[in-house]
């Protein structure tokens, strides 16, 4: 217990510590709007508007609509952006997950494909996003851009979660009987599966990134991105800002869902 | 006091500092940015766009029963034409419902003129609209769709979904020349707006303020080399300066000779002083100050301007043009070049100064620049060189880019169209109008001042009394005039002409015997 101006503080009350959290996210989030109020001030640059500025556009934006298209609902923009996401999120995790555990399990196979995987990995994925949006379209092509971006974190993790299955289990599985393919399925998948989500977790921030940016290649799309991108050319910085907020608590809801999810996971396997 | 009291008070007194500064710092802010703004100087080229349709598309015109007759002329189709300028009619709004068209961007001045021409027509009683493409999206009656991801030949290629498009030379030749997805010519700028604006040059402010001759003569270059170009093209094939320029397009813009051509017939290369229009020797840009103004009120009304320019103290979009197109240095340019030819000045006597300039990247309207800097006259290795003037070229992909490289000083002067330049300057409220004092001595026909005469200043129409003033003891006269106005201090019918008023200013006036 400690005595905080009269308030008795028990950590190991879960109330308690519920209000330090809150306390700590208002007074962070305080202090970053502060010191962007400053930067605005000493920059004194068009293109960073005031967090005032920037909140009363947002609020405009929600009200209103994008009054440069008709007041076009920026709904519309956040759902398209989050089609796409999603949509390329569906296509990594597919192809990644498998191949992850496969390459995983075996070594040969690993050896085999880790010099390609080396020499793609390094790659930023927003670099694919003129090649594929050009080469496909402007549907496939974003999906894909994103697809890559959470591919490859997903892909390492997996492979790295099979190599870190205790051989205790396997073993074990064996000695009871299992067959390879009972193995894989039903200790390999199970145990990989925290890294899996952590794979997941670290795409997903990823994936934000490249959606974003392939959306300034594919105006048709009319996500977020490319809302934020017109009102750049237009030079209306406060737009440009509101758009930043909506990337990041979209970004935030995305990654919170996902670290929720791998809080879970990693509870029941017992791997806190 | 604990450790956690202690970490608490601390970031309580970091938290009420920052507040302090913030609220210091608003307290004390400036209305002055340190974004540079910048002001129109010359003009580039008027017109040399087109809007071209998908052949495919006007089989399914044809299709539904529409009759055209000649796939190169499509006037009654689309639009009708009246003494050479294509007029909207509602009556062929069915036939460009839903039509998806290929813009350079949401700020070109293709984009704009086609959104205008729609917005014209009526689909079924209501105004027709022109909004973003959403691939996927059912399409709704009455609305013709943009996208704006049209810059080059190759995307014109592998973009089915467009059925027609808009954009400026060599490119749109480029296209209405390929046989890959054949398109034909729904109708030239020209014939939408004759004389329209499209490129314009813009230059940073500070940099106007410090570097009056240097800007001067690189106008004069200018002048000279949009000269030589229309010169050559005058002259046609076969002669020496057509060929050298038909190379440097082809070798800039990366086109075949045909495309090139075909651009140089449409585009119409000026610096300013069009005939035909407003524009005089004194103000060689009364008429891009009239498009500038027309322009203004297109985008007040659209919603291309997020702040009104009631906001930036304008009474309205004339104003805005006024103080944003500046034609004293053009002015300058015009009589120095003028001198140069007459002998009055040598132009060995003019010091070497390097220049900054942003331009757009292979377009051919920007051509004189590039010819400027590889052909002169004379003993001048280029029409730059002869004016002292040494110019390092920044290119950007657009309009957008280039008021970028303005805005952040990676550029003194600017090649960019007229849109993007108004956008960004109204938007960034990197303009607002102004007061400059306007002030001199009158003295009679022996030079001596003279005193209790009224003073007036009048536009360049000579109608509108934009200000007055009475001489005191010692003849001097002193008024305030808004920033952009042109005219002459008048007094008892002795005049001085006043190019434009965008600083304070001196004039003096000696009557009975002129200025």
Redesign the interface.
């Known amino acids: 217990m ?1 005595d ?1 101006f009269g308030f008795n ?1 028990d950590k190991n009350n879960k109330h308690h510590r519920m209000i330090r959290q809150a306390l700590l996210i208002v ?1 962070s989030l ?2 970053f709007v ?2 962007w ?2 930067v605005s ?7 960073i508007p ?1 967090p005032l500025e920037t909140w009363d556009e947002f609020v405009r934006l929600l009200r209103d609509g994008d ?4 007041g ?1 609902s920026v709904w519309g923009y956040v759902g ?1 952006s989050m089609t796409t996401f999603l949509e390329g999120f569906a296509v990594a995790f597919v192809i990644a997950v498998p191949l992850g555990l496969l390459l995983g399990y075996s070594k040969d196979l690993r050896d085999l494909t880790a010099p390609a995987i080396e020499v793609l990995r390094p790659i930023a994925p927003i670099a694919w996003a003129p090649i594929l949006i ?1 080469s496909i ?3 496939v092509g974003p999906v894909l851009v994103v697809a890559i971006g959470i591919f490859f974190p997903l892909l390492t993790n997996t492979i790295f979660g099979v190599q870190k299955i205790d051989r205790n289990l396997t073993d074990a599985a064996k000695t009871l009987g299992a067959k390879p393919y009972q193995i894989f399925y039903k200790v390999m998948v199970p145990s990989a599966l925290p890294y899996v989500m952590n794979g997941v977790k670290v795409g997903l921030g990823v994936g934000w990134m490249c959606i974003i940016a392939a959306e300034l ?6 996500g977020i991105g490319n809302f934020l991108s ?1 009102q ?6 406060p ?1 440009v800002y509101a758009a930043l907020i909506l990337i990041a608590a979209m970004g935030l809801i995305t990654t919170g869902l996902a670290e929720y999810v791998h809080k879970i996971i990693t509870r029941r396997m017992g791997m806190e | 006091m ?1 450790t ?2 202690k970490k ?1 008070l601390a ?1 309580v007194v ?2 009420a500092l ?2 302090v ?2 609220a210091v ?2 307290h004390y ?2 209305d002055e ?3 540079n703004s910048f002001s129109l100087v010359a003009r580039v080229n008027a017109e040399g766009s087109s809007v071209f349709v998908a052949e495919s598309y006007l089989e399914e015109l044809q299709a539904k029963g529409v009759v055209i007759r000649d796939y190169s002329d499509l006037s009654g189709v689309f639009y009708d034409l009246e003494n050479g300028v294509a007029v909207p009619n509602d009556e062929y709004a069915g036939n460009w419902n839903n039509m998806v068209i290929g813009t350079p ?3 070109s001045i293709q984009h704009k003129m086609i959104q205008q021409f729609v917005e014209k027509m009526s689909y079924n009683g209501e105004q027709m ?1 022109f ?6 999206a059912t399409p709704q009656p009455g609305v013709v769709y943009y ?3 049209l810059t080059n030949l ?2 014109w290629n ?1 973009s089915s ?1 467009m059925d027609a498009g808009t954009i400026w030379q060599p490119v749109c030749g480029a296209i209405e020349a390929s046989s890959e997805r054949p398109a034909v010519r729904i109708m030239s700028s020209a014939q939408m707006e004759p004389n329209h604006a499209c490129c314009v040059i813009g230059a940073v402010d500070s940099y106007l303020a410090s570097n009056e001759d240097t800007v001067v003569r690189f106008l004069a270059a200018y002048i000279e080399s949009v000269t030589a170009v229309n010169d050559a093209i005058e002259a046609g094939t076969g002669n020496e300066s057509y060929e050298d320029l038909v190379q440097l397009a082809v070798d800039q813009t990366g086109q075949s000779r045909p495309v090139i051509e075909t651009a140089f017939e449409e585009v119409v290369y000026t610096y300013g002083l069009m005939s035909g229009t407003s524009d005089t020797e004194t103000n060689p840009l009364n008429s891009l100050r009239e498009n500038t103004a027309s322009l203004a009120d297109m985008f007040a009304s ?3 301007f ?1 702040r009104t320019l009631e906001s930036l103290g304008f009474g309205d979009s004339s104003q805005f043009a006024d103080a944003f197109v500046n034609d004293y240095y053009l002015s300058k340019a015009i009589q120095l070049v003028k001198d140069v030819r007459d002998g009055k000045v040598d132009p060995s006597s003019f010091n070497s100064t390097r220049i900054r300039v942003g331009v757009i990247a292979g377009d051919v309207h920007q051509i004189a620049i590039h010819y400027g800097m590889n052909y002169g006259d004379g003993e001048y290795s280029s029409f730059f060189t002869k004016y002292g003037v040494s110019v390092t070229l920044d290119a950007a992909t657009n309009g ?1 880019g280039v ?1 970028t490289s303005l ?1 952040n000083g990676a550029v003194s002067l600017g090649f960019l169209g007229l849109p ?1 330049a108004s ?8 303009i607002q109008s102004s007061q400059h004092t306007v002030s001199g001595t009158v003295t009679d026909a022996d030079g001596a001042p003279v005193a209790d005469k009224e003073v007036t200043f009048l536009d360049s129409d000579g109608t509108t009394v934009l200000g007055t003033a009475t001489t005191d003891a010692d003849g001097r006269y002193t008024m305030q005039i808004r920033g952009g106005a042109t005219g002459s201090v008048v007094c008892e019918g002795a005049s001085v002409t006043i190019i434009e008023v965008f600083r304070d200013t001196v004039a003096d006036i000696r009557l009975g015997g002129g200025a």
């Open positions: 400690t905080y503080y007074v305080y202090g502060l010191l109020w400053i001030l000493l920059a004194n640059s068009v293109a005031t009054v440069t298209n008709y076009a398209s050009l379209d402007y549907v290649y594919a105006p048709s799309l009319g017109e750049a050319f237009m030079g209306y910085w737009s | 604990d956690g009291m608490i970031v970091v938290l920052l507040t500064g913030v710092g608003e802010k400036s940015t340190n974004t961007g949401n700020t609209r909004e973003r493409y959403d691939q996927g996208d704006t991801t190759n995307i592998t979904h659209d919603g291309t997020r957008a008021a805005q993007p956008t960004t300057v109204v938007n960034s409220a990197l």
